[in-house]
């Protein structure tokens, strides 16, 4: 049996109660996105709460930091998650689809919108409800999640999301229909040498000059961090 929980450095995360466990797609885009200068974050479909309380820690006591979770048994445990952590008082879980959540929340209210999406959309769905909604585009698209940000988010205002790098022209084409523009990309491979497979990428309501775009690896061999992974993991992961 997989341990119902993973702890990190300053919190702990029990998934037991989750479709979707702890894994390096959260870890990443919760390290990854830009949280300078905010003042309210918004996670979408914020499942354990992850990515929510790694923004809490990055971020200065008066942020506030929101997470909106269709699945009522993940939303239970995101707050269960968040009351144990040294955070319980500047985050907030609510239980609802993002859709809905969108259209109730006005006017704009956020500086950033950050979510591990749901990506699986053209492979088999599986049997599981919770497991579908986790994992597949059933019920929450891009053109959704970026819709509903782009009705959330104050001027000046991004949005960052991590997916699969093969779909990245497709993602940017929707952000861009809704007036965003791409700021900072990083390509992902999971070992070096090998090919891209996530892409980590942030967009905002201007366009610059030129696109930050990188291109990192996780592992040099198994369990050999690389140092472009370390140096963005290691204020939570404990074994750097």
């Given at each position: 049996m997989s341990n119902p929980y993973f702890r990190f450095?300053?919190?702990t995360v029990w998934h037991d109660r989750c479709a979707m466990k702890v894994g390096t797609d959260g870890v990443l885009i919760g390290a990854w996105c830009d949280v300078a200068g905010c003042r309210r974050i918004l996670d979408v479909g914020c499942g354990t709460?992850?990515?929510?309380?790694m923004a809490a820690q990055r971020t200065a006591p008066e942020v506030q930091v929101d997470g909106v979770?269709?699945?009522a048994g993940a939303a239970a445990?995101?707050?269960?998650?968040?009351?144990?952590?040294?955070w319980s008082d500047r985050i907030h879980v609510c239980c609802d689809d993002f859709v809905d959540y969108a259209a109730a929340s006005q006017p704009p209210r956020y500086n950033l919108v950050v979510?591990?999406?749901p990506y699986f959309e053209h492979s088999l769905l599986p049997d599981d409800e919770a497991r579908l909604t986790a994992r597949h585009t059933a019920r929450l698209t891009y053109a959704s999640l970026l819709q509903g940000a782009a009705s959330l988010l104050l001027p000046g205002g991004r949005v960052s999301l991590i997916f699969?790098?093969?779909?990245?022209?497709?993602?940017d084409a929707e952000a861009r229909r809704f007036g965003f523009f791409p700021r900072?990309?990083?390509?992902?491979?999971?070992?070096?040498?090998?090919?891209?497979?996530?892409?980590?990428?942030?967009w905002g309501r201007e366009p610059v000059a030129a696109v930050d775009e990188q291109h990192f690896s996780i592992e040099t061999a198994p369990l050999q961090w690389t140092p472009e992974y370390k140096a963005l993991t290691r204020d939570f992961y404990l074994q750097l």
């Open positions: 450095k300053q919190f709460g992850l990515i929510a309380l979770e269709i699945d445990q995101a707050a269960d998650n968040v009351a144990r952590s040294p979510s591990n999406p699969p790098a093969g779909i990245y022209d497709a993602v900072r990309v990083a390509w992902v491979s999971g070992r070096e040498g090998t090919a891209s497979k996530r892409v980590l990428a942030e």
